[in-house]
T-cell receptor
Framework: GESVGLHLPTLSVQEGDNSIINCAYS??????FIWYKQESGKGPQFIID?????DKRQGQRVTVLLNKTVKHLSLQIAATQPGDSAVYFC????????????FGQGTRLTINP | DAGVIQSPRHEVTEMGQEVTLRCKLI?????LFWYRQTMMRGLELLIY????????DSGMPEDRFSAKMPNASFSTLKIQPSEPRDSAVYFC????????????????FGQGTRLTVV
């Protein structure tokens, strides 16, 4: 029979373009958020994090934006490269000081040459 | 630092057999997470420990699953007896919990153990 799995949101961008990956979270008490990148056959890899007392944080080619009002998180990747092709997950901790890290379903980013 | 080390990388076992997955934390980390990843359910948190103490095991599927931290740097996840529906990639992750503050730190993941139960 047909296998049914998660239908990951997908995003395809041209190499060199900027990409924006979005994530909605449900717990208004979440105070720490992380973006992870997972390549095929590997474990999730930390990209960038942000705490709830901030609304923007920048890294190398990546920017995370946090909108607590609408409980929305985004990851912007500038000048995408083929190596950026992966599944991207947002993760949150639900209770201040706690360590339970809950992951979203992920977005598959494909970079077209 | 070698990062989080999981073993074995691949495990194929027959239904009913006991399976033990192993994880070595990054030195200095005191929080340990076990996750399971499948196509059907994505990345699920099974259990996590702080300072060797299990804090939340609500994600453990059933009594066939058990996890331990015999010391501060090592953990095992055991499935007994294993079933075909346990087939998945199991990830271990560690982080450093900042006590006395509101800070958390990012979790670092191992490469995972791909378990196939036939």
């Amino acid at each position: 029979g047909e296998s049914v799995g998660l239908h990951l949101p997908t995003l395809s961008v041209q190499e060199g373009d900027n990409s924006i990956i979005n994530c909605a979270y449900s717990n208004s008490a979440s105070d720490y958020f992380i973006w992870y990148k997972q390549e095929s056959g590997k474990g999730p890899q930390f990209i960038i994090d942000i705490r709830s007392n901030m609304d923007k944080r920048q890294g190398q080619r990546v920017t995370v934006l946090l909108n607590k009002t609408v409980k929305h998180l985004s990851l912007q990747i500038a000048a995408t490269q083929p190596g950026d092709s992966a599944v991207y997950f947002c993760a949150e901790t639900g209770i201040q000081g706690a360590q339970k890290l809950v992951f979203g379903q992920g977005t598959r980013l494909t970079i077209n040459p | 630092d070698a990062g989080v080390i999981q073993s074995p990388r691949h495990e194929v076992t027959e239904m009913g057999q006991e399976v033990t997955l192993r994880c070595k934390l990054i030195s200095g980390h005191n929080s340990l997470f076990w996750y399971r990843q499948t196509m059907m359910r994505g990345l699920e948190l099974l259990i996590y420990f702080n300072n060797n103490v299990p804090i939340d095991d609500s994600g453990m599927p059933e009594d066939r699953f058990s996890a331990k931290m015999p010391n501060a740097s090592f953990s095992t996840l055991k499935i007994q007896p294993s079933e075909p529906r346990d087939s998945a990639v199991y990830f271990c992750a560690s982080s450093r919990a900042l006590t006395g503050t509101t800070g958390n730190t990012e979790a670092f993941f191992g490469q995972g153990t791909r378990l196939t139960v036939v």
